[in-house]
């Protein structure tokens, strides 16, 4: 049990973060109060987060990051007041992560904007 804890630990602790990541969409759904439904991934359904020039980029739009954190497995970016996306830093067989692989969860009025995807950094 103590080897198990320790291996976790160090799958979960140790990180390879970076300044810039680019993510691409491959699934997105739009939920509203009555339900939810897949959406057109459009060709500039992109992501571009950079760090050092605190940005956020979604497709064309650019957007200030409010803010980031790192939390076992993750880097979590805030955009604003109303989406964050949360990207898995490390391979995690054991739950079924891989590196890159990224939810992003926006809100537009009453609806919600979830995606997912993979980023390289």
């Known amino acids: 049990m103590r080897n198990l804890l320790i291996i976790l630990m160090l799958m979960f602790g140790t990180q390879a973060t970076a300044s810039k990541y680019v ?29 050092d020039k605190r940005t956020y980029e979604i497709g064309t739009d650019e957007f200030s990051l409010a803010g980031s954190e790192t939390s076992g497995a993750f ?22 992560l891989k590196r890159g692989q990224f939810l992003e969860v926006r809100d537009t009025f009453l609806n919600t904007i979830t995606s997912w995807g993979i980023c390289s950094f």
């Not at 993510?23 to 991934?41: D, F, P, Q, R, Y």
């Not at 604003?80 to 949360?86: A, C, L, R």
Request: net charge negative; hydrophobic share 40%; charged share 25%.
């Open 75 to 96: 880097m979590i970016f805030k955009v604003g007041s109303s989406g964050f996306i949360k990207i898995s830093t490390i391979d995690a067989e054991l739950v079924g």
């Open 23 to 51: 993510c691409n969409v491959t699934a997105k759904t739009v939920c509203g109060e009555l339900g939810c439904e897949s959406s057109e991934i459009l060709n500039d359904d992109f992501r571009i987060i950079d760090e």
